[in-house]
């Protein structure tokens, strides 16, 4: 039996992860479910796929927890320390996805046991990759792509050599305000941006989709994940979302991957990985589908795209930033208080106000850096906010 761990149970990658699993509980001993707000469904998770332990990272909601384990025998506990705990308990497989730079520690810490980590929190990679892809080495751990994109490349590159790759291509759909004129997007709304054409996901990526801060992060993540130059990295818009990335090879070649819009795909391969095993997606119909459209971005209605550009030129510390200020920036859209546009514009200046710092201009050595880095570029981009709407009409 494999032993598995789920950190994010609770939301959309978490519950994908759950349903593969629980279609198959003979074959896996479940150790650890984390969630945070939603304790009820971690609590039912936990009872249906028999965990050992269910965690919160809410310490006052684990009264709430306890009462709903009551009798189960499931262990409870909350806090960011019980997420360390539960990510110190012997498992073969742990998938990482919890929402935000908050997935880091735990995922990190996992890696001291030479565990698989399955990485769909992209923020890990994006704050602290270097850091993030040593700890694995040094402990004899595998960290596996979940992101559609990045196992995309992945599978396109089983077999071959990354020195022949000359270019990667990730696709972006484009998300909820695609067909909007680009002079409307100011006035989007969370509403407005929350909905996905194609991808059923967590709140918060659905937002990035539409400002095309997941497509900025996920260029990052590939620059950080496959150790490839930024300029070999392109992105190109493809409103099917059918195929996920295209892998191009210095002899003209370029290896597609295709599939339907369904996580359950990049979760599955890194679940069974290294094998392939049967999995309940929907299996495309190309004469149906017919067609496949692709645009390139334009700059000026995605200035995220630029800035992830700036963001791997410099290097060091900058994905940090980059990061911690696009969490805060969306906390304000999710508040009212900045626009829509707006949101690309406190992350520049975030970094702008930051390139200075020495500290910035080299990668973060320990976990210890980076939560400080994160924790300046949070304050950094909150002040930002406030002179914004204080200069305001
Ligand atoms: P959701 O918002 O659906 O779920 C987030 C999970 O994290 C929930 O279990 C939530 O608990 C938990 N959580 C929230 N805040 C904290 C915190 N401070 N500490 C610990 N746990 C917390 O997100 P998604 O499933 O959409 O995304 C998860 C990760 O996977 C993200 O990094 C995202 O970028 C990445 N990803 C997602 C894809 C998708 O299809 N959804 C595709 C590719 C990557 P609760 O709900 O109980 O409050
Ligand atoms: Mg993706």
Same mark, same amino acid.
């Given at each position: 039996?494999?032993?598995?761990?789920?950190?994010? @149970?609770?939301?959309?990658?978490?519950?994908?992860?759950?349903?593969?699993?629980?279609?198959?509980?003979?074959? +896996?001993?479940?150790?650890?479910?984390?969630?945070?707000?939603?304790?009820?469904?971690?609590?039912?998770?936990?009872?249906?796929?028999?965990?050992?332990?269910?965690?919160?990272?809410?310490?006052?909601?684990?009264?709430?927890?306890?009462?709903?384990?009551?009798?189960? *025998?499931?262990?409870?506990?909350?806090?960011?320390?019980?997420?360390?705990?539960?990510?110190?308990?012997?498992?073969?497989?742990?998938?990482?996805?919890?929402?935000?730079? &908050?997935?880091?520690?735990?995922?990190?810490?996992?890696?001291?046991?030479?565990?698989?980590?399955?990485?769909?929190?992209?923020?890990?990679?994006?704050?602290? *990759?270097?850091?993030?892809?040593?700890?694995?080495?040094?402990?004899?751990?595998?960290?596996?792509?979940?992101?559609?994109?990045?196992? @995309?490349?992945?599978?396109?590159?089983?077999?071959?050599?990354?020195?022949?790759?000359?270019?990667?291509?990730?696709?972006?759909s484009g998300g909820g305000l695609r067909d909007w004129p680009e002079s409307a997007?100011?006035?989007?709304?969370?509403?407005?941006?929350?909905?996905?054409?194609?991808?059923?996901? *967590?709140?918060?990526?659905?937002?990035?989709?539409?400002?095309?801060?997941?497509?900025?992060?996920?260029?990052?993540?590939?620059?950080?994940?496959?150790?490839?130059?930024?300029?070999?990295?392109?992105?190109?818009?493809?409103?099917?979302?059918?195929? /996920?990335?295209?892998?191009?090879?210095?002899?003209?070649?370029?290896? @597609?991957?295709?599939?339907?819009?369904?996580?359950? /795909?990049?979760?599955? +391969?890194?679940?069974? +990985?290294?094998?392939? &095993?049967?999995?309940?997606?929907?299996?495309?119909?190309?004469?149906?589908?017919?067609?496949?459209?692709?645009?390139?971005?334009?700059?000026?209605? +995605?200035?995220?795209?630029?800035?992830?550009?700036?963001?791997?030129?410099?290097?060091?510390?900058?994905?940090?930033?980059?990061?911690?200020?696009?969490?805060?920036?969306?906390?304000?859209?999710?508040?009212?208080?900045? *626009?829509?546009?707006?949101?690309? &514009?406190?992350?520049?200046?975030?970094?702008?106000?930051?390139?200075?710092?020495?500290?910035?201009?080299? &990668?973060?050595?320990?976990?210890?850096?980076?939560?400080?880095?994160?924790?300046?570029?949070?304050?950094?981009?909150?002040?930002?906010?406030?002179?914004?709407?204080?200069?305001?009409?």
């Amino acid at each position: 039996m494999k032993r598995v761990s789920v950190f994010g @149970a609770t939301g959309s990658i978490g519950q994908n992860t759950l349903d593969l699993i629980a279609r198959n509980p003979e074959a +896996y001993d479940v150790v650890a479910l984390t969630g945070a707000r939603n304790v009820a469904q971690l609590a039912a998770d936990a009872r249906k796929v028999n965990a050992q332990i269910a965690v919160t990272a809410e310490e006052a909601l684990l009264p709430d927890l306890r009462a709903a384990l009551e009798g189960s *025998g499931i262990e409870a506990a909350a806090g960011s320390a019980a997420l360390l705990e539960a990510a110190d308990r012997p498992a073969d497989w742990i998938m990482s996805a919890i929402v935000g730079a &908050a997935g880091l520690a735990p995922g990190f810490r996992a890696l001291r046991h030479g565990t698989t980590l399955a990485l769909a929190n992209k923020e890990s990679l994006v704050t602290a *990759g270097p850091l993030l892809l040593a700890e694995a080495k040094r402990h004899g751990a595998t960290i596996l792509p979940v992101d559609s994109e990045h196992s @995309a490349v992945f599978q396109a590159l089983v077999g071959e050599d990354i020195a022949a790759v000359e270019r990667i291509i990730i696709t972006a759909s484009g998300g909820g305000l695609r067909d909007w004129p680009e002079s409307a997007l100011a006035s989007a709304t969370p509403e407005d941006a929350g909905a996905h054409p194609n991808w059923d996901m *967590g709140h918060r990526i659905t937002i990035d989709s539409a400002s095309m801060f997941n497509k900025a992060m996920e260029l990052i993540e590939t620059k950080e994940f496959f150790g490839i130059a930024p300029e070999k990295i392109e992105t190109v818009v493809h409103p099917q979302s059918l195929i /996920h990335a295209l892998v191009g090879y210095c002899d003209g070649a370029l290896m @597609a991957h295709l599939g339907p819009p369904d996580m359950r /795909h990049a979760i599955g +391969y890194a679940l069974h +990985y290294p094998d392939r &095993a049967h999995l309940p997606v929907a299996r495309l119909d190309l004469a149906q589908i017919a067609t496949l459209e692709f645009h390139a971005p334009s700059d000026s209605r +995605y200035p995220a795209l630029r800035i992830a550009r700036e963001v791997m030129a410099a290097g060091g510390a900058h994905g940090c930033v980059f990061n911690a200020a696009k969490e805060i920036a969306l906390d304000g859209f999710l508040a009212g208080s900045v *626009g829509f546009m707006d949101m690309s &514009a406190v992350v520049a200046e975030t970094l702008d106000a930051m390139s200075s710092r020495a500290s910035l201009s080299n &990668a973060p050595q320990t976990l210890e850096d980076v939560l400080n880095i994160d924790h300046m570029a949070r304050e950094t981009a909150q002040r930002i906010i406030e002179q914004r709407k204080a200069k305001a009409p």
